[in-house]
């Protein structure tokens, strides 16, 4: 018999319990798939109730019988203690925690006006959601899992603007969703402070079993007007934006025991902008 480690199945997820937040977003639609797709069973909130319905009725089609739908505020205190007490009721406990929620502008001229006339009403309500509620979800599943007593893995989700700064000649005449768009300050602090939190969380955690580690996405299509997605791609070394479904394998690996030994990384994927 020889000695090499199995590796076959370190992708396996067979009766874990997953947790994703702003599972109707952009990404997390995504996420919950490939999790499902390698046998988990998936809780997914979000705060937008129609969206997360629709969401969460394509998944149960594909997978049925293991997949349930929270609305949840990250942002609010007793909304994430519910969405953590649904899941641990219907689960029974937490294994892998996806901590993906992010702000979506209610009025997109306040939330992408220029540095010098930002708001500090507009600049909380992008940190209440980017880094609040990380801190709030993270806190509250990060304590059910040292409940369990098993370990557990925790991916956050930053963003490319969370390791460098966004080149501002790429956004004259960008419009996301027909709005004219940049590349907020208050976006990128708060996605910088989610790298720190992840960090020390890995740290703190690191002796009860608890991984923790951030993906940091490079830009996404997803509603930006050609002028945006082809002055992006000629930034990328790979010459074009993200796919939706690029970012799951890497988030797949992060959570799963392939990546038993990684904790406190940031996990850039970005078709090579950061590597110019």
């Not at 069973?41 to 019988?65: C, F, K, M, R, S």
Request: charged share 15%; hydrophobic share 45%; aromatic share 10%.
């Amino acid at each position: 018999m020889n000695s090499f480690a199995d590796c076959s199945n370190a992708f396996d997820f067979t009766g874990k319990r997953v947790l994703i937040t702003a599972g109707a977003g952009i990404l997390g639609p995504q996420f919950a798939a490939g999790f499902l797709q390698h046998g988990a069973h998936v809780a997914i909130a979000d705060i937008n109730p129609e969206t997360l319905a629709t969401v969460a009725g394509e998944l149960e089609q594909a997978y049925p019988g293991r997949v349930l739908a929270i609305v949840s505020d990250v942002a609010d205190v007793q909304s994430v203690d519910a969405m953590v007490e649904r899941t641990v009721e219907v689960f029974g406990g937490i294994d892998v925690l996806l901590n993906n929620a992010a702000y979506f502008p209610d009025d997109f001229p306040s939330f992408f006006t220029r540095f010098e006339d930002y708001s500090l009403d507009q600049w909380r309500k992008v940190m209440s959601v980017n880094i609040d509620g990380m801190f709030l979800v993270a806190q509250r599943v990060g304590r059910q899992m040292l409940a369990q007593g098993t370990g557990g893995s925790i991916v956050q989700t930053s963003s490319i603007y969370g390791v460098m700064a966004s080149d501002q000649r790429i956004y004259e005449g960008s419009e996301y969703l027909g709005s004219p768009i940049n590349n907020p300050a208050a976006y990128a602090a708060s996605k910088t402070a989610v790298v720190g939190l992840s960090r020390w969380l890995a740290a703190y955690w690191a002796d009860k079993g608890i991984r923790v580690n951030t993906l940091a996405p490079g830009g996404v299509e997803s509603g930006q007007n050609e002028t945006f997605t082809s002055r992006y791609g000629a930034r990328v070394p790979m010459g074009r934006m993200a796919k939706v479904n690029e970012m799951t394998s890497t988030v797949l690996y992060l959570a799963s025991d392939a990546s038993s030994y990684v904790t406190g990384q940031c996990i850039v994927v970005d078709g090579g902008l950061s590597a110019w």
